[in-house]
């Protein structure tokens, strides 16, 4: 295992259209975090699961998003009815129950999104 | 109402010499603070850590610092390297947890 993967890497989709990203966190890591960074922003929190319990939601994470980890294994990020605000690099990452410190994440690549 | 600020954007510095990035933030009950290195196309990788109950943490040719009453911490790499270029984001833990705050980031160029 070779570290968080997320795919796809990049999507572009039109306004209005669902996309769905899939996020396979780091094998035992029993904590999945999604975060959202735009252009010139740094990486904005969004959702956390402790195995297949979603824990925590920002209030940036609107009615039109929705994130499942139904095995406490892989992680979906849902998003329906795109708008163009939605343009962005959706970050995955994970954390392992015996990692000393908080905030000590491992990042996946990102799944760019483009909504044209 | 941006509560972890990296006021610089950009910094360049030759290869050897010490880069220093600062980062400010505004609430006081941050208790831990991250740097975080993200290279083109890749996800951000942790760099060092610093608990608000020290001051200073050294790793190799990185050291943090954090002055509590400033509201202030840096990032010294010393000495700096080609390979170092990257965009730095500082980020504070909210409550000794992983939802982490970032700042916008500032891009490191080293040259030879």
């Not at chain 1, 990692?99 to 909504?115: A, M, Q």
């Amino acid at each position: 295992d070779t570290g968080v993967s997320q795919d796809p890497r990049h999507k572009i989709t039109k306004r209005g259209q669902n996309v769905t990203f899939r996020c396979d966190p780091i094998s035992e890591h029993n904590r999945l975090y999604w975060y959202r960074q735009t252009l010139g922003q740094g990486p904005e929190f969004l959702t956390y699961f402790q195995n297949e319990a979603q824990l925590e939601k920002s209030r940036l994470l609107s009615d039109r998003f929705s994130a499942e980890r139904p095995k406490g294994s892989f992680s979906t990020l849902e998003i329906q009815r795109t708008e163009q605000g939605d343009s962005a690099m959706y970050l995955c990452a994970s954390r392992g129950p015996r990692d000393k410190f908080p905030g000590e994440l491992f990042f996946g690549e990102g799944s760019r999104l483009t909504v044209l | 109402d941006q509560q972890v600020k990296q006021n610089s954007p950009s910094l360049s510095v030759q290869e050897g010499r010490i880069s220093i990035l600062n980062c400010d933030y505004t609430n006081s009950m941050f208790d831990y603070f991250l740097w975080y290195k993200k290279y083109p196309a890749e996800g951000p990788t942790f760099l060092i850590s610093i608990s608000s109950i020290k001051d200073k943490n050294e790793d190799g040719r990185f050291t943090v610092f954090l002055n509590k009453s400033a509201k202030h911490l840096s990032l010294h790499i010393v000495p700096s390297q080609p390979g170092d270029s990257a965009v730095y984001f500082c980020a504070a833990s909210d409550g000794g947890t992983d939802k982490l705050i970032f700042g916008t980031g500032t891009r490191l160029q080293v040259f030879p």
